[in-house]
Structure formats: structure tokens, C-alpha cells
């Protein structure tokens, strides 16, 4: 659903929206949402705190609507024959590509000063989330968006959870390479946000030249067992990663 739900978002995209109608459909948007049975559909229940969110570094959510869509498998470019009910949600749409294809273009090669006033920014906007009481839970470069050259936003929030109970929250939710390992369980908190932010520094300021070269060294960096290369050259920021 991800293919398919980002090009329903990047068609409204061209929807004029202003700050008029923007609080009038956030109004539309919540009382249609609350109206409905959250048992039926844990996606109601977190749209509805997504579209509460406005942060300089947050992606904006805007509007969404049920229809049907075939399923696009993550892996490969398959599609299912039958469509599937789902749930489409307008979102801010942003033009500069992610931090995934930023670290591919430097190739190794990054500039410190850029690379902690972009991941300030980035900090802010994880700050921002759990103060509102939610956890993000999929951190990492892809989900981290270029509004412009040098703004970035967070958005991607389909693992996003309510930082109320425990019990609500699912195993194994996330992707490998950035999960903390306490998400592996079921009990954990806003912590596990923290834990993809020192991976996500470490590659902004050391990019990897090809993605072999990160497969081979990714595990001792998640455990902290970092290049001596490394821990030379950025000495103050060891502790953050």
C-alpha cells in the first residue's frame, strides 16, 4: 500500500490549500475519524493524532478518505490482481528527496558543520513528537524528508503509536537496521526513537561508499564498537552515537 498510497498523496499535492481551509478541513477530518469504530481500524486512531501535528520538521498531514487499491508488494514490483479496502491519506508533499538519497549522492564524503544543523533539525522534530505522547518507531533515512535544501522533515508515520500503554504496542514494528533492540519486545517506550538517532548521525557524517561496505559494518556500529577512523576525527560526537 505504500506505492500507492504516496502517489494519491503527491496527486492531491497540486490541491490548492490554504490556511482557511486547512482548519476547516482538520475540523472535517477529526470529527469524521472520531465518528468511527477504532477496534475496526487501529489506522483511524493514529491519523486522527497525525493530523494534530504542525512542526516546522514535521511532514504535514492533511486530509484522508477510505477507497480500494491493489496491493503493491514492498520487494519487488508485483501488484495484486484484486483491490483491497484501505485507507488513503493526504500528506504534505516533499520535493527534495530523503536523506537516504542525500547520503548516496556524498558517497562517503560529508560536511560536518551541514550534517549536525540538519540533524538539530531532525532532533527537533523527534522532540516534538513525543512531547505530543507519540513514538515514531520506524526512524531512519528514507522516513527523513527535504522540504528544501536545508529543511528537513520527518514524516512517514505509518508505525506510529500512542505512548500511553503498553499494551497496544507490537512486536517486532520497524526496520532491522535501526530498531533498537528493546522494540524487538513488547514493552518499550519513547526511547526507541532515541536509539536510531545516534545510527542516523553516524552516517551523516560518515556516508558509506557503497552498501556492501555498510552491510559488513553495521553491526558493531549498532553496538557501538565504532571505526578508529571515526572516533579520531568526530570525538565529540561519540557520545551522541
Same mark, same amino acid.
Given at each position: 500500500? =505504500?506505492?500507492?498510497?504516496?502517489?494519491?498523496?503527491?496527486?492531491?499535492?497540486?490541491?490548492?490549500?490554504?490556511?482557511?481551509?486547512?482548519?476547516?478541513?482538520?475540523?472535517?477530518?477529526?470529527?469524521?475519524?472520531?465518528?468511527?469504530?477504532?477496534?475496526?481500524?487501529?489506522?483511524?486512531? =493514529?491519523?486522527?493524532?497525525?493530523?494534530?501535528?504542525?512542526?516546522?520538521?514535521?511532514?504535514?498531514?492533511?486530509? %484522508?478518505?477510505?477507497?480500494?487499491?491493489?496491493?503493491?508488494?514492498?520487494?519487488?514490483?508485483?501488484?495484486?490482481? =484484486?483491490?483491497?479496502?484501505?485507507?488513503?491519506?493526504?500528506?504534505?508533499? %516533499?520535493?527534495?528527496?530523503?536523506?537516504?538519497?542525500?547520503?548516496?549522492?556524498?558517497?562517503?564524503?560529508? %560536511?560536518?558543520?551541514?550534517?549536525?544543523?540538519?540533524?538539530?533539525?531532525?532532533?527537533?522534530?523527534?522532540?516534538?513528537?513525543?512531547?505530543?505522547?507519540?513514538?515514531?518507531?520506524?526512524?531512519?533515512?528514507?522516513?527523513?524528508?527535504?522540504?528544501?535544501?536545508?529543511?528537513?522533515?520527518?514524516?512517514?508515520?505509518?508505525?506510529?503509536?500512542?505512548?500511553?500503554?503498553?499494551?497496544?504496542?507490537?512486536?517486532?514494528?520497524?526496520?532491522?537496521?535501526?530498531?533498537?533492540?528493546?522494540?524487538?519486545?513488547?514493552?518499550?517506550?519513547?526511547?526507541?526513537?532515541?536509539?536510531?538517532?545516534?545510527?542516523?548521525?553516524?552516517?551523516?557524517?560518515?556516508?558509506?561508499?557503497?552498501?556492501?561496505?555498510? %552491510?559488513?559494518?553495521?553491526?558493531?556500529?549498532?553496538?557501538?564498537?565504532?571505526?578508529?577512523?571515526?572516533?579520531?576525527?568526530?570525538?565529540?560526537?561519540?557520545?551522541?552515537?
Amino acid at each position: 500500500m =505504500e506505492g500507492s498510497t504516496r502517489r494519491a498523496a503527491l496527486t492531491l499535492h497540486h490541491m490548492l490549500i490554504n490556511s482557511e481551509l486547512l482548519s476547516d478541513l482538520e475540523l472535517l477530518f477529526d470529527n469524521k475519524m472520531s465518528n468511527r469504530n477504532s477496534k475496526t481500524d487501529d489506522g483511524t486512531r =493514529e491519523v486522527i493524532a497525525l493530523a494534530k501535528l504542525d512542526h516546522p520538521h514535521i511532514v504535514r498531514y492533511y486530509n %484522508c478518505w477510505n477507497g480500494e487499491d491493489i496491493f503493491q508488494f514492498p520487494e519487488t514490483s508485483k501488484s495484486s490482481s =484484486e483491490k483491497y479496502k484501505c485507507l488513503f491519506i493526504q500528506m504534505e508533499f %516533499c520535493e527534495k528527496g530523503n536523506l537516504s538519497d542525500w547520503l548516496e549522492q556524498k558517497m562517503g564524503d560529508s %560536511c560536518k558543520d551541514v550534517s549536525i544543523i540538519l540533524f538539530q533539525q531532525i532532533v527537533e522534530g523527534v522532540n516534538y513528537i513525543h512531547s505530543k505522547n507519540l513514538i515514531h518507531r520506524d526512524l531512519k533515512p528514507l522516513n527523513i524528508f527535504f522540504h528544501s535544501e536545508n529543511h528537513i522533515k520527518i514524516g512517514d508515520f505509518g508505525l506510529v503509536t500512542l505512548g500511553v500503554t503498553d499494551r497496544q504496542r507490537t512486536m517486532n514494528k520497524g526496520t532491522w537496521s535501526y530498531m533498537a533492540p528493546e522494540q524487538v519486545g513488547s514493552s518499550y517506550d519513547k526511547k526507541v526513537d532515541i536509539f536510531p538517532l545516534g545510527l542516523i548521525l553516524y552516517e551523516m557524517l560518515a556516508p558509506f561508499f557503497t552498501g556492501s561496505e555498510k %552491510c559488513k559494518e553495521w553491526s558493531n556500529i549498532k553496538e557501538g564498537k565504532l571505526p578508529k577512523t571515526f572516533t579520531k576525527k568526530f570525538r565529540k560526537e561519540i557520545a551522541i552515537v
